[in-house]
């Protein structure tokens, strides 16, 4: 009987051994008192109760549990267990040394000289499965390689995951700054609390953007844009070049010519001019005769610019996003004039861009998408984002990290390299679709040669073939435009002082020594506008200059040093 009743007593160890384990196990786990309610176990620090609630009432009437994908988060990190079936979606977090600048490189390969442009690797889910809902955790940050990393999986889950025609899925991103905007458009925000929102995401749009390369390490392929052009064919009126006049009437001239220059490659866009009081109406009737339809804005003040400053009203820009009747803009600054027919870039996504430096693009020509709550959004956005130049350009790059490089050909910058005193040809590239008149603008010189030539700061802008084929699209404009390119008094009285100093200075280029004949016949002094704005020119140059010697040193030193390791910049606003 003493061997049968010793038995029992190791199996009894055991059971208290594993109820103590058990015990143990459920104190760790279950964060609650134990007083509080079984049911909401589920709705930890980490979740508000009523992302889940507002979901069930919105995937209503469904007999089997709800699917959900987790990116970036644990299965314990969401417990809605037996409520759901959650599934974590696997990916290899990108590597710790990747830059940014690896994804968004100053200068790439365009032309594929050394063979096919590359992107370095984001790793992506091997395989995609479908779910009712993704709920990802998406870092903080700005130009960060994980946050972006976060946000493509998601897209790809919500592409690749199989959903049909029709159906329907959802988002739950989890973080304080929310999804990228650039990849998730504010426009599918259909709820928000907090640190959570819920997105319902337009799954073609939102293909567009995966098929596009995770930076601007490469182009896109020209077959991306003809096929999506395609498709988006039937939409031609849904789609617009659009320019923008604020301030003064400097760019008057600039923008005649061109709506003239896009007209004469046959596009089928509108075109449309926003303006702000400061256009009278007398160039708003010439600007209208040049084919631009007119829409008056109030022009937005940059809030960290100086008082008077030549970019103070840069962020009247951003009323582009406002044009909502259109689908897409192509928003083309005044100082640029189209050489060929640029309608088949409407067929990529917002924002695409020519290269600037560093990781960023240059604003002067960009293709985005209108959008009220966008534009919200930036103005939300126009006292926390800074601005590495006060204008536009430094605010659309912190705006939108992620952005599409376009060929450079989209928007030649008018600007050389090298400093040297001598004439050289300055030769355009044959297959240029515009040119950035940088620098001095052509209406503001003669006819017959470049006026950059004649400033030694301006040196670098100046190029003769450039400036003949803005006055080629000049001349070949109705006679009735021409008065609104005329030279003023004060404007030719410039001309002639800037000469006097490069004579003086016996630039060995010689432009000075050529007699000037040609546009004088154009010369107006009836336009007292023209002659008040180029009051403004010259004021504008000299609060140019002092910004630089101030605040802007740093910058300066910024831009020596590239032009010695890359070759250009471009400082804005010149
Ligand atoms: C869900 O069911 C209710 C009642 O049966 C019905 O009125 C409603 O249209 C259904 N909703 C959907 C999305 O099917
Ligand atoms: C534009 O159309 C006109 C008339 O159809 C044609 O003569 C001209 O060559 C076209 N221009 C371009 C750039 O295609
Ligand atoms: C600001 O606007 C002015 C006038 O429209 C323009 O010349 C300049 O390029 C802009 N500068 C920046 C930095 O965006």
Not at 20 to 31: D, E, Q
Not at 360 to 378: D, V
Not at 401 to 426: A, G, Y
């Amino acid at each position: 009987m003493a061997s049968s009743k010793q038995k029992p007593l190791p199996l009894l160890l055991l059971l208290i051994c594993l109820t103590l384990t058990l015990l143990i196990h459920t104190t760790t786990y279950n964060l609650y008192p134990d007083n509080e309610p079984p049911t909401n176990r589920y709705y930890t620090a980490t979740e508000p109760p009523s992302w889940y609630d507002k979901l069930q009432y919105m995937i209503e009437n469904r007999s089997d549990k709800l699917k959900i994908g987790l990116v970036n988060l644990d299965v314990d990190q969401i417990q809605v267990n037996g409520l759901a079936d959650v599934t974590t979606i696997n990916f290899k977090k990108i590597e710790g040394d990747k830059k940014w600048e690896d994804f968004f490189p100053e200068w790439v390969d365009e032309d594929g000289k050394w063979g096919p442009m590359k992107c370095p690797e984001i790793p992506m889910p091997r395989d995609y499965e479908k779910v009712d809902v993704v709920v990802a955790r998406v870092p903080d940050g700005g130009r960060d390689l994980f946050r972006l990393q976060v946000n493509l999986v998601v897209a790809n889950v919500l592409v690749n995951g199989g959903w049909d025609d029709g159906e329907v899925v959802y988002v739950v991103f989890i973080g304080k700054l929310g999804p990228m905007w650039e990849i998730f458009r504010c426009d599918d925000l259909i709820w928000e609390e907090s640190d959570y929102r819920i997105y319902k995401p337009d799954l073609k749009k939102l293909q567009q953007k995966v098929n596009m390369p995770v930076g601007s390490c490469m182009i896109p392929s020209s077959s991306f844009s003809q096929k999506v052009y395609g498709t988006q064919s039937t939409y031609k009126s849904r789609e617009a070049y659009v320019t923008v006049l604020h301030s003064s009437e400097t760019y008057v001239c600039g923008a005649i010519a061109l709506a003239q220059s896009i007209l004469q490659t046959n596009s089928s866009k509108d075109l449309v001019l926003l303006a702000d009081h400061s256009i009278t109406p007398k160039s708003l009737t010439g600007l209208k005769a040049a084919g631009w339809k007119i829409k008056l804005i109030e022009r937005i003040r940059s809030p960290r610019a100086k008082k008077g400053a030549y970019n103070e009203y840069n962020y009247s820009k951003l009323r582009i996003w406002q044009l909502t009747e259109y689908d897409k803009v192509m928003f083309i600054d005044s100082d640029l004039i189209v050489l060929k027919n640029l309608d088949s870039f409407f067929g990529y996504p917002q924002l695409s861009a020519v290269g600037n430096d560093k990781y960023m693009f240059n604003s002067g020509l960009i293709l985005i998408e209108p959008s009220q709550c966008m534009f919200n959004a930036l103005m939300e956005k126009i006292f926390t984002f800074g601005s590495y130049n006060g204008g536009d350009q430094g605010f659309l790059n912190e705006a939108f990290t992620w952005w599409h490089r376009l060929h450079s050909r989209v928007n030649h910058l008018k600007v050389f390299n090298d400093h040297d005193q001598l004439m050289i040809e300055r030769e355009m590239p044959d297959d240029l679709y515009t040119i950035h008149f940088l620098g001095l603008k052509p209406w503001v010189c003669y006819k017959d040669y470049d006026c950059n030539w004649d400033m030694s700061d301006r040196r670098r802008y100046a190029s003769d073939p450039a400036h003949k084929k803005w006055w080629h699209v000049y001349d070949t404009m109705p006679a009735k435009l021409k008065p609104f390119c005329g030279l003023t008094r004060k404007m030719d009285a410039r001309i002639q002082k800037w000469r006097g100093i490069a004579k003086r200075s016996g630039f060995r280029d010689e432009h000075w020594k050529i007699k000037e004949k040609s546009n004088i016949d154009i010369m107006l002094p009836a336009y007292e506008t023209l002659e008040e704005c180029d009051d403004e020119e010259n004021k504008a140059d000299m609060i140019h200059v002092k910004e630089i010697d101030g605040s802007f040193n740093n910058q300066l030193n910024e831009i020596g040093h590239k032009i010695t390791t890359s070759g250009w910049f471009v400082l804005e606003g010149e």
